[in-house]
Structure formats: C-alpha cells, structure tokens
C-alpha cells in the first residue's frame, strides 16, 4: 500500500461532524413566522410589491389610511410641532414629518411597547433623527403629560389620531388579537400591564357582557353571545382565539349565512379588545386634553373604525364649536375612495373628521 496516497490519519485529525439538514416546512406552513415570505422581505424583495397589487396588507406591516386626505385637513406646514398620536407603523408620522420641514417637530405616541422599537428604528434609518422626531409610549391618555415632558406647554399647532388597529397586531396570532390562526386569548396593545381577553372573561358578569357586546360591537346578538360564553366559562374557560371563535358562532342561530356568523365574530373580538384596552375610556380623555393641547388655528384630525369612536368625536367637535373652542368643524365624515378600498380592504370602515381651534 501507498503510504502517499492513502495516508494514515493522526491524533490531530478531526472528525467530520454530521450537520442535519433544515426540516422541511411543508408548502402550507403552519406557524405565523414560516407561513408568510414579506415577513423577510430582504429575502424575498418583490414579495411586499407582490401583496399589495393583490389589495392585501403585507403581514407584518400595515398600509397607511387617508394620507392624501388627512394631509389636505390638517394642512401641516415647515416649522410646526405635530402629534401623531398614534405612531403604528409609521406611515402618517412620515408624511408628517415630511410636511413640517424643515425646522418643524414630530412627536408620535404608542402604547405597543412591540411595535414601537421596532417603528422607530425604521424611521430613524430613514432620516428621522432625534432632532425632528420623538417616540414616547404611552396611549392616547397621556398626551398632556406627553407634551409637558416634550416643553410644549404652549400647546402644539397639529394632532393626529389614528383609532384603529394596526395590521401588524391583527396578523400576529401571538397577539390574540386574530381568530385567522389560533393563539391565546390575549388583545393587549401593552402585553405588559393589565388583564388578558382571557382574564377579562373569567371575571365579567353574564349581563355586562352582553351590554358590552352590544354597546362596543353593535352585535344584535349580543345577549345570547353573552349567555352561551358564560356557560363555557363555567365548564372550560376559553384560553384561545380560536375557542372564543367557536364559541360564539355555536351561540348565532342556524339560519344565518357564513358570512354573517363570521362577521358577529369580528364584532365580538372587537367589542372585547376594546374593553381590555379601555379605548373608549382613553380616547374620552384624548378629546377633553385638545383644549389645552392646540394652539391657536390649530388643527386636529381623527381616523376612526367604529361608530362608538365616531360618535365620541362628533360630538366633542360639535360642541366645540357650540362652545366656541372650535371656529370650524367638518359637517360630515370623509370616507376613502372606491380606488383606496378596491386596493386596501382594511380602510373600508375609516371615517375621518376634522376641526380648527378659535
């Protein structure tokens, strides 16, 4: 035998390690982090275009509402202070941001310890340095103290409001804020403060929930919704989206067609992330702040989702201007049009007013 050829090994030669092959996910992938390619856009770059044109929302981002519109309303000009309150994903914050310079200041606030790092480093790499931009986390409550924090006592000269939820927190089955994919029953914007959807109906009365139901998702079924939840709390309390889901559709009458049952559905998750989030309690102090929150002329916008939201901001405008807070008020809502809707679905339901201080 050739020693050259086929030479013997030695103590310093090291084995061959066997490294296993990725497991092949399947062509339907199951989790949320497998199952959609714009999730790594850099990966995948002409997925993002890809969804869109196909009047989607790439999951894991959220398409902006009304910008044109809300842009026209508030009129934002360079130089100005501007709270977008409601950063997102950062879609209005940047058009906002765009107006008011140079020399102008945005302050944008989210109460989505998640998603605002993550909003506010994009931004940051795109140009919006410290400078012009500040993020602060906190709801729509604490914009007062936002703005005393920010030195602007004085008031600012443009607040934007955004009242609908973000697609990055529908799409996350981990959130619970979606029956799409299961996940726990959660529908915190802060999973760090507050009780769970779970918590929260392991502990409600059978007859608030009803009245809840119907006040926060306008359900004409609220009653026996609330009568059939009650009964599997008592048996197996529902710990996911998906039993939630179930249960609710096993309380509608037989007669209704699918999509109707489907979307009692949404107005039940609806009605229920609602009162965990306390939206309603939030916004009511958001729209008693304006007051000492805007500057002389200046201008506030709100984009809401539901008529509960709606009528709270219809009213306060009104009697704004009753009262003389206000020296103008939109007469009526603007809505998105038919092109906005055709290529975005989720914008069907925005209704966007306005209003100008004395």
């Known amino acids: 035998m050739n020693s050259e050829t086929n030479p013997a090994p030695t103590e310093a030669s090291e084995p061959v390690l066997h490294k296993r092959r ?3 996910r399947g062509k339907n992938p199951r989790r949320f982090e497998d199952k ?9 770059p002409g997925e993002v275009a890809k969804v869109l044109a196909s009047g989607k929302t790439p999951a894991g981002q959220h398409v902006p509402i009304m910008v044109a519109e809300v842009l026209a309303c508030l009129q934002p000009q360079p130089g100005q202070r501007v709270v977008d309150c409601t950063l997102g994903y950062g879609g209005h914050s940047r058009a906002l941001w765009q107006a008011i310079q140079p020399d102008g200041h945005l302050l944008s606030l989210d109460a989505d310890p998640i ?6 480093a994009r931004l940051r790499a795109a140009g919006m340095t410290q400078l012009s931009f500040t993020t602060r986390r906190t709801n729509f409550a604490g914009l007062a103290r936002a703005l005393a924090d920010q030195g602007w006592q004085d008031g600012v000269d443009v607040v934007f409001a955004d009242l609908g939820l973000s697609s990055m927190q529908i799409d996350n089955p981990a959130r619970g804020f979606t029956f799409k994919q299961d996940g726990p029953l959660d529908m915190r914007m802060n999973p760090e403060r507050g009780q769970s959807a ?7 009365a059978k007859d608030q929930l009803a009245d809840l139901l119907y006040e926060n998702g306008d359900e004409l079924h609220a009653a026996q919704i609330a009568q059939r939840i009650w ?3 008592r048996q197996t309390p529902l710990r996911s989206t998906r039993a939630l889901a179930q249960c609710v559709r096993e309380s509608l009458p037989n007669r209704m067609k699918p999509e109707e049952v489907e979307s009692s559905v949404r107005r039940v998750f609806q009605a229920i992330r609602i009162a965990v989030n306390e939206e309603f309690g939030a916004l009511d102090a958001l729209l008693r702040a304006l007051p000492a929150a805007l500057r002389s002329g200046g201008r506030v916008t709100f984009l809401s989702f539901h008529s509960g939201e709606d009528r709270r901001v219809k009213k306060a405008f009104q009697e704004g201007l009753r009262t003389g807070l206000f020296r103008e008020v939109s007469d009526d809502i603007l809505r998105p049009s038919l092109e906005e809707q055709r290529a975005n679905p989720r914008s069907s339901p925005a209704k966007l007013r306005w209003a100008v201080k004395a």
């Open 22 to 24: 990725p497991r092949y």
């Open 36 to 44: 959609y390619k714009e999730l790594n856009a850099e990966r995948y």
């Open 115 to 120: 998603e605002i790092g993550r909003t506010e």
């Open 198 to 204: 779970a918590q929260f109906l392991a502990n409600i």
């Open 231 to 233: 009964q599997q709390q």
